[in-house]
């Protein structure tokens, strides 16, 4: 059986053994085979952000990985938990990252003292015109970085779930929509527990992946290094050029959705789903909304990957990123030093995949 891939270590897709076309595959009927213009509008997205990974690469370095999984975020209008320790470019990836899909940026630096209002935007009275007006917040944005979001309390957290779900903001019973794309990038420290909030189960099951940034090899830091020592500043962006923007994204996702699904292949991703509601390691398993959200991952893989079906392998590939914030240890298994993504490789290696 093909190992998963991880994409907080992994590469772009095709990038690793195993990771191509599958047994099983049902070709689709001709009335779902896309027009030939649809065909060239999806191969001319895919390029686009394929060359996304050179872009970035530019001012950070070893995280293609991660940029695969923001690409597939996109294409499924979903949201990132991004986990890594301090200094790992999670900010200056998605500014890059921003940069190069031609998208607006913001950043909000989530603290004990932050206010919905300063999230979403309030009501300011204005004494010109007597009356009240809505200013907008930081979320009105394409690209949100939602900076340490477990140290802000739970209702300021919560100011997001209505954007994140509905893509909009509710403000004196007027919803106001949000731009399109918009996705939440939300960044968390794995060993800083001191003051701040864990996120509850409700607003982890939001985001579509979790993915782990991870500390750069040794030869990437060298590489880093020579960089800074030839006078790379990463706050100076103007080497990034845009190569990607909102109709490459709307061109991926309208491909994305008509990536063939077999029924062999949706009955694996509930499987591997329920499995994970039985499994004596976890208290909580994956809800309907996680399946949903792996097999929504597993296409946007199997089209970055030049494939118009999905493949188990496909879904072997996301089940980590998209399902190990969506599960909870039991506090024997924690004291017996059992992690979430062992026991996710366990299940996968136990429930078989279809042929």
Known sequence: MNHPVDLGKGGWPGDEPGTGPAAVQDTPPDAARPSAEALRQSETARAALAALRGEVAKTVVGQDSVVTGLVIALLCRGHVLLEGVPGTAKTLLIKTLSRALDLDFKRVQFTPD?????????????????????????????????DEINRTPPKTQASLLEAMEERQVSVEGSARPLPDPFVVCATQNPIEYEGTYP???????????????????????????????SGFDPRDLSEVKPVAGAAELAAGRAATRAVHLDPKVAAYVVDLCRATRQSPSLQLGVSPRGATALLATS?????????DYVTPDDVKALARPTLRHRVALRPEAELEGATTDGVLEGILAHVPAPR
Do not use: C
């Open 199 to 229: 996120l509850p189960e409700a607003q982890l099951d939001r985001f579509l992946v979790k993915l782990t940034v991870p500390v750069p090899t040794r030869d990437e830091e060298i590489s880093m290094l020579q960089r800074h020592a």
């Open 114 to 146: 932050l206010m919905p209002g300063d999230v979403t935007g309030s009501l300011v009275y204005d004494n010109r015109t007597a009356e009240f007006e809505y200013r907008e917040g930081p979320v009105f944005t394409n690209l949100l970085l939602a």
């Open 299 to 307: 296409r946007a893989w199997a089209w970055l990957s030049g494939r």
